[in-house]
C-alpha cells in the first residue's frame, strides 16, 4: 500500500473515506451548535498519513515563526501562555502613560475554513517539492465521510475545502497557513501600522502570539 501511494500519489477511494461522530460539548444538548464534530479516520489512512506528518515534524520548526509553540518539537504551547501573561503585566504597567490596546481572536471553525488551493500555494511557497505537495494534497482534497446518527450512516459526500478534526496531518499543515498570518502581522509592524510589546523578551518586540 505505501509503495503505491509513494509511486502514484493517489490513495484507493476506501482508504480515505471517514466517518463524523458528534461529540456533545455539554449535558442535555439540544442544538447542532452544542455539538462538536470529529472524523473517525481509517486505520489504513492513519498509517499513511502518521509517515508523512512525522516527516512534516522534522521540519516544521524551521519554517514557522518562534511565536507559533503547539505541536513544534522542543517547544510548549505553554510558553506562549507565559510570554502572554508578561505582554499583559507590561501593559498594566503602561496604563499610566496612555496604555496599549490588546485583542483575542478566536478562530471559530478554523481548520473548516482552510482553502485547498491556499494551502497548496503556501506548501511551494515554503519550499515542498512538487512530489511531497502532491501527498499532502492527495490527503487533504480526496476525503469523503458519512455522518454517523444513532449507530447508522448517512450518504457519503465529498468535501470542498478544511482539514479534518482527527487526521494526524491537520495540526501540522494548519500551522503552516496560519504563518502567513504572522508574515502579515510582522510586515505590518515593520510598516508602522503596529506596534509590539518591549521588554518581555530580550531584544524582542512581540506584536502577537
Same mark, same amino acid.
Given at each position: 500500500?505505501?509503495? &503505491?501511494?509513494?509511486?502514484?500519489?493517489?490513495?484507493?477511494?476506501?482508504? /480515505?473515506?471517514?466517518?463524523?461522530?458528534?461529540?456533545?460539548?455539554?449535558? /442535555?444538548?439540544?442544538?447542532?451548535? &452544542?455539538?462538536?464534530?470529529?472524523?473517525?479516520?481509517?486505520?489504513?489512512?492513519?498509517?499513511?498519513?502518521?509517515?508523512?506528518?512525522?516527516?512534516?515534524?522534522?521540519?516544521?520548526? &524551521?519554517?514557522?515563526?518562534?511565536?507559533?509553540?503547539?505541536?513544534?518539537?522542543?517547544?510548549?504551547?505553554?510558553?506562549?501562555?507565559?510570554?502572554?501573561?508578561?505582554? $499583559?503585566?507590561?501593559?498594566?504597567?503602561?496604563?499610566?502613560?496612555?496604555?496599549?490596546?490588546?485583542?483575542?481572536?478566536?478562530?471559530?471553525?478554523?481548520? &473548516?475554513?482552510?482553502?485547498?488551493?491556499? +494551502?497548496?500555494?503556501?506548501?511551494?511557497?515554503?519550499?515542498?517539492?512538487?512530489?511531497?505537495?502532491?501527498?499532502?494534497?492527495?490527503?487533504?482534497?480526496?476525503?469523503?465521510?458519512?455522518?454517523?446518527? /444513532?449507530?447508522?450512516?448517512? /450518504?457519503?459526500?465529498?468535501?470542498?475545502?478544511?482539514?479534518?478534526?482527527?487526521?494526524? +496531518?491537520?495540526?501540522?499543515?494548519? $500551522?503552516?497557513?496560519?504563518?502567513? +498570518?504572522?508574515?502579515?502581522?510582522?510586515?505590518?509592524?515593520?510598516?508602522? +501600522?503596529?506596534?509590539? $510589546?518591549?521588554?518581555?523578551?530580550?531584544?524582542?518586540?512581540?506584536?502577537?502570539?
Amino acid at each position: 500500500m505505501m509503495s &503505491d501511494f509513494y509511486r502514484s500519489g493517489k490513495l484507493e477511494s476506501s482508504i /480515505n473515506c471517514s466517518f463524523i461522530a458528534l461529540i456533545p460539548k455539554m449535558e /442535555n444538548p439540544c442544538e447542532i451548535a &452544542d455539538f462538536h464534530p470529529i472524523c473517525l479516520v481509517s486505520s489504513l489512512y492513519k498509517i499513511i498519513a502518521k509517515i508523512l506528518s512525522r516527516r512534516l515534524r522534522e521540519v516544521i520548526g &524551521d519554517l514557522v515563526s518562534e511565536t507559533q509553540c503547539a505541536f513544534i518539537r522542543g517547544r510548549q504551547i505553554f510558553d506562549g501562555i507565559l510570554i502572554a501573561n508578561e505582554v $499583559i503585566h507590561s501593559m498594566k504597567k503602561m496604563e499610566r502613560n496612555g496604555g496599549k490596546l490588546i485583542f483575542k481572536l478566536d478562530f471559530s471553525k478554523a481548520y &473548516d475554513c482552510v482553502r485547498w488551493d491556499f +494551502l497548496k500555494l503556501v506548501l511551494k511557497k515554503m519550499g515542498f517539492g512538487d512530489k511531497w505537495i502532491g501527498w499532502a494534497m492527495e490527503c487533504v482534497s480526496t476525503v469523503r465521510a458519512a455522518v454517523l446518527v /444513532n449507530g447508522s450512516t448517512t /450518504n457519503e459526500f465529498h468535501f470542498g475545502r478544511g482539514l479534518r478534526q482527527g487526521d494526524p +496531518l491537520s495540526p501540522f499543515l494548519f $500551522i503552516l497557513v496560519t504563518e502567513v +498570518l504572522h508574515l502579515l502581522m510582522e510586515k505590518a509592524g515593520v510598516l508602522g +501600522l503596529i506596534e509590539g $510589546i518591549h521588554g518581555v523578551l530580550p531584544e524582542q518586540m512581540i506584536s502577537h502570539l
